[in-house]
């Protein structure tokens, strides 16, 4: 099925560990995020990219890389967590026309103690 | 700067009612979007509707309709014949053609559908 695929779908992390969620898209979208969601904050952007080789900040981009090398695939790395850092993040993808809503991955609940 | 507001943390209705989530946004941006989605409690997010800012008409799409008042920066999602899996949490979301293509997403509102 054509979509995006977020892995892993759990994850718990030891503070101070560094780790990276996959997402890969088959849908040829240009736009690539990444959402941390947590509990009465709603979604918050963290990186984004508007196509290979291009990324910019979100909302909370602290603690996280991304990059995008090719148009299929949008990492996420946690370059040193922390416990601020537990959440569930998102990885979604779209086309870059005003109009167009996102189709999500899955989702990662991160841990980290 | 961009802002989405959703006011009401949770509501309830009754199944078969209708139910309106409200949602206002500020940007000064003259072309953007506005979307709702649906978040079940499996965690999923589902795209339900989308609205233009230079759209004359207001989007439907099955029982969904968006409410667009433009001069007041609003876009409440109208849910008719409300039904029991229609529970959720739903988000709204606003992304402007300008500047940094941000697309950002408001608290969210938790549906509760009553039998």
């Known amino acids: 099925n054509a979509g995006v695929t977020q892995t892993p779908k759990f994850q718990v992390l030891k503070t101070g560990q560094s780790m990276t969620l996959q997402c890969a898209q088959d849908?040829?979208?240009?736009?690539m995020s990444w959402y941390r969601q947590d509990p009465g904050m709603g979604l918050r952007l963290i990186h984004y990219?508007?196509?290979?080789?291009?990324?910019d900040q979100g909302e909370v981009p602290n603690g996280y890389n991304v990059s995008r090398s090719t148009t299929e695939d949008f990492p996420l790395r946690l370059l040193s967590a922390a416990p601020s850092q537990t959440s569930v993040y998102f990885c979604?993808?779209?086309?870059?026309?005003?109009?167009?809503?996102?189709?999500f991955g899955s989702g990662t609940r991160l841990t980290v103690v | 700067a961009q802002k989405i507001t959703q006011t009401q943390p949770g509501m309830f209705v009754q199944e078969k009612e209708a139910v309106t989530l409200d949602c206002t946004y500020d940007?000064?941006?003259?072309?953007?979007?506005l979307f709702w989605y649906k978040q079940p409690s499996s965690g999923e997010m589902i795209f339900l509707i989308y609205?233009?800012?230079?759209?004359?008409q207001n989007a439907t799409e099955g029982r969904y309709s968006l409410n667009f008042q433009k001069a007041r920066k609003s876009a409440n999602l109208v849910i008719s014949a409300s039904q029991l899996g229609d529970s959720a949490m739903y988000f709204c979301?606003?992304?402007?053609?300008?500047?940094?293509?941000?697309?950002?997403f408001g608290t969210g509102t938790r549906l509760k559908v009553l039998a």
């Open positions: 940007t000064s941006d003259p072309s953007y979007g």
């Open positions: 990219s508007v196509g290979a080789g291009i990324t």
């Open positions: 609205q233009g800012s230079y759209d004359q």
């Open positions: 849908m040829n979208h240009e736009y």
């Open positions: 979301a606003m992304s402007v053609t300008s500047g940094t293509y941000k697309y950002i």
């Open positions: 979604a993808s779209r086309w870059n026309l005003l109009h167009y809503g996102y189709t």
